[in-house]
């Protein structure tokens, strides 16, 4: 027989690998393989899944009652160890006094060989299943081997049949499932894809057989679930390939397994390179903003001195600018004070001369024009006696106009 092995697993959406309470483990020695989903609100349940399943595979002789026994010793071990430091936090304290357990579903298979015949068998419990699928598959839901310890009709919810870490308050019945090996496929996963692969079949077969290594998984695991086909869970699975060479040993040709605790190691080395890039970054820009402060405070502080400086410059200079200004005035009145006065002088002698010729010219001209206006009146008043006859000596002439005194006519004018 000759076996290839493929293994992939990650966190939630949004969740560090750290998070993350699905488990899986081989042993090629042992010929025995386990998958195991830690329930996520119980006590320290990844730490539960985790030593469920390599204790699982690394046990030679298996006893189950003694098998749970070794796994709950090394679970409180391990708590114990954690609730001790002294940076616990107070509600994990509380838990563990008030004995809380851890609670885990689980899948284990094995191949044995009896006599010249090599068989499997597997036991599961919870809603982690083990698909097998033969080589030459014609009707899937024929014959395809699922098991679970779900019943039909099988519905993913969350409460599932599990293991505790304490006691033996156990939940659910253990499945178990024996046959001779044929060439075929195992899938052992945990729910959130053995309620994908019992959806999609035949098409989930196809779309795993294309996975190289962990980048193609995270990547399908992605896709799924942005088209919303894939629940947003820890996923977690095994491929166990087997095929027919005739011969009488198992033979590994192939491993492809992704170790959870490597995941987390590469992760946290990300986040702590990413973190100090992200604090040298905001180093230099503190730096470059206090630089950039620095310069606007020198260029603000400069013409505030050079203003200051001027200021008392200005006071300083104030008494002489005054005096100056004062002086200047002074000197404009010496300057131009007289001239001013002089053609204000002159130009009052000249307005008196003028109204002295006026009042000289005044009289004569009124002269003229009376004289003027009494020969006009005169000629008007010939021409009007020659028109109207002669009327008798003594009579008054009715008609004869007075002249218009002087002042009303040079009054009009003025």
């Keep these: 027989m000759q076996i290839s092995i493929k293994g992939y697993i990650t966190s939630k959406e949004s969740e560090l690998f750290y998070d993350c309470a699905d488990r899986f483990a081989y042993n090629k020695s042992q010929n025995k393989f386990a998958i195991s989903d830690g329930v996520s609100k119980s006590f320290f349940p990844k730490i539960w899944a985790d030593v469920l399943v390599n204790k699982w595979v690394d046990s030679k002789e298996f006893d189950e009652a003694q098998f749970i026994l070794d796994c709950q010793k090394d679970w409180l071990k391990q708590v114990t160890e954690i609730v001790n430091k002294p940076d616990v936090k107070w509600f994990t304290k509380n838990a563990f006094n008030r004995k809380e357990s851890g609670l885990a579903t689980f899948v284990g298979l094995r191949f044995y060989k009896k006599k010249k015949e090599w068989f499997w068998k597997a036991n599961a419990l919870g809603d982690s299943f083990l698909f097998f699928v033969p080589k030459e598959i014609k009707d899937f839901s024929k014959e395809c081997i699922v098991l679970s310890s779900k019943q039909e009709p099988i519905v993913f919810d969350n409460f599932p049949d599990y293991l505790s870490s304490l006691g033996s308050n156990h939940k659910g019945k253990k499945q178990l499932k024996e046959n001779p090996m044929t060439a075929g496929t195992f899938y052992l996963m945990t729910d959130a894809l053995a309620e994908w692969f019992l959806n999609e079949k035949d098409n989930a077969i196809s779309k795993i057989d294309v996975w190289q290594n962990q980048k193609d998984f995270e990547r399908f695991v992605d896709e799924e679930r942005h088209n919303e086909k894939l629940g947003n869970d820890d ?44 604090e040298q970054e905001l180093t230099l820009q503190k730096e470059n903003t206090n630089s950039e402060i620095s310069k606007e405070q020198i260029q603000q502080a400069e013409p505030v001195e050079n203003k200051l400086s001027e200021e008392v410059e200005t006071e300083k200079e104030k008494p002489k600018k005054g005096m100056l200004e004062i ?42 024009e009376n004289k003027t206006e009494i020969e006009k009146s005169e000629d008007s008043e010939k021409k009007e006696s020659q028109k109207i006859e002669p009327k008798s000596k003594g009579e008054p002439e009715s008609n004869a106009k007075t002249p218009n005194k002087p002042s009303q006519n040079i009054t009009d004018k003025f």
């Design 235 to 278: 996923s977690a699975i095994l491929t166990i390939k087997v095929e027919e060479d005739k011969k009488d040993q198992i033979k590994y040709v192939l491993e492809e397994i992704s170790d959870i605790n490597e995941l987390i190691m590469v992760q946290q080395k990300e986040i702590e390179v990413f973190e100090k890039a992200k």
């Design 327 to 368: 002086g200047i005035e002074k000197g404009k009145e010496l300057l131009f004070g007289k001239k001013e006065k002089e053609q204000s002088d002159e130009q009052k002698v000249t307005d008196e001369q003028v109204e002295k010729h006026q009042e000289e010219k005044e009289p004569s001209t009124q002269d003229e």
